[in-house]
């Protein structure tokens, strides 16, 4: 019980008059292992978007589980934004690797990320067929204008992962003991891509290391509101060098992110 007229202030109080950070999940194999991990853990559900409310060494700190895909996850980082007024957020989960380099397990931490399933595709009549590989990227926020007629719209848009947020990723990547932790491109589309030759493209094009379905929204909405924000992607998969899916990195990239978690709140002023 809070026991009013008392001198100073209360961890409670200190707490509430924190921002949280979100860390963002979109299917509960990559939510709710981390959720489990808060202390003083609450729930509050909007449409379908679940929020567990809880604290990380006595900071606030809530999961978002989003659901799957940009529409979902946009939505939900607007939402969690509106209804919380975060720090900052971290969006992380599985991905499939793009980068014959990276592994199983390895991480990759956004220093950029970008929506790779936005495009303009190529001028061509009634049976002159089709082909992806001439489709020029389209950036949606280049202008108010149609970005269809757009010149300018004709190119990627990355968002840049906060400098204080990857200097928290790095300064703790020995802790991660499963895989590698680097820095590199995330790329998000709704789409699954399981043709070799369209993922070397896409990694040509775009510099990707890794896709996956939803770090690219949460980027766009985190930046609209001036939220810094950083994306944390596993390799589940990567059909460039014949790695097998494993659902276990999952539960390895939100044990390597608490500890990212618990990094920067370790550099937020004290109040």
């Known amino acids: 019980m809070l026991v009013t007229g008392a001198v100073g202030c209360s961890s409670a109080q200190k707490t509430s008059a924190q921002k949280p950070i979100i860390i963002e999940g979109p299917m509960p194999i990559e939510a709710e292992k981390f959720a489990k991990r808060l202390e003083n853990v609450s729930e509050e559900q909007s449409g379908s978007f679940v929020f567990y409310k809880g604290t ?7 999961v978002a ?6 529409e979902n996850t946009a939505a939900a980082t607007a939402l969690a934004i509106e209804k919380y007024n975060p720090i900052a957020i971290v969006n992380q989960g599985t991905s499939g690797g793009h980068d014959p380099n990276l592994n199983v397990f390895d991480i990759v931490l956004g ?3 970008t929506n790779i399933g936005s495009f303009k595709a190529a001028d061509k009549g009634a049976n002159q067929g089709i082909d992806p590989t001439l489709w020029k990227p389209m950036d949606l926020m280049a202008s108010e204008g149609s970005a269809g007629e757009d010149p300018n719209a004709e190119k990627p848009r990355f968002y840049e992962g906060d400098k204080n947020l990857l200097a928290a990723a790095n300064a703790v990547k020995d802790k991660y003991t ?5 820095e590199g491109t995330i790329g998000s589309g709704d789409f699954w891509n399981n043709e070799v030759d369209r993922i ?5 094009k775009f510099g990707t290391s890794v896709e996956e379905m939803e770090g690219a929204s949460a980027a ?4 609209s509101y001036g939220v810094p ?3 944390i992607r596993v390799l589940s998969n990567n059909k460039t060098n014949g790695g097998k899916y494993d659902p276990t990195t999952a539960e390895g990239c939100q044990e390597y992110v608490y500890e990212v978690v618990k990094k920067y ?3 937020l002023p004290k109040k």
């Open 200 to 204: 070397k493209w896409l990694h040509d």
């Open 65 to 70: 589980k989003t659901g799957k895909g940009m």
């Open 178 to 182: 499963k895989g590698k932790v680097v």
């Open 265 to 267: 709140i370790s550099t």
């Open 229 to 231: 924000f950083l994306g």
């Open 111 to 113: 220093q950029r990320t």
């Open 56 to 62: 990380v060494d006595n900071y606030p700190v809530i």
């Open 220 to 223: 766009q909405i985190a930046n």
